[in-house]
């Protein structure tokens, strides 16, 4: 392949090149963005949910606990 050759190429498909390197570095910064969002809020998401987990197991021990003495005492 000769210069010309390479130039003559470029006439006929480098606005179409240009275009798909366009489209595919917007995508790809698109991309980006969206995986800082989902990181963001997948974070914010655990700072929410893991103290009520933990709160939540509490209740529900001391739930438990209670109930079991409940079941002592009726049993007399």
Same mark, same amino acid.
């Given at each position: 392949?000769?210069? @010309?050759? @390479? ?11 240009? @275009? ?37 197991? @509490? ?18």
């Amino acid at each position: 392949m000769e210069f @010309a050759d @390479a130039i003559q190429l470029v006439k006929q498909f480098g606005p179409f090149f240009i @275009a798909v390197l366009f489209f595919l570095w917007r995508d790809w910064q698109r991309e980006d963005r969206l995986s800082k969002r989902i990181d963001h809020l997948e974070d914010e998401q655990r700072q929410v949910i893991m103290p009520l987990v933990r709160d939540c197991s @509490a209740v529900i021990t001391k739930n438990t606990t209670v109930m079991e003495r409940i079941e002592k005492y009726l049993e007399r």
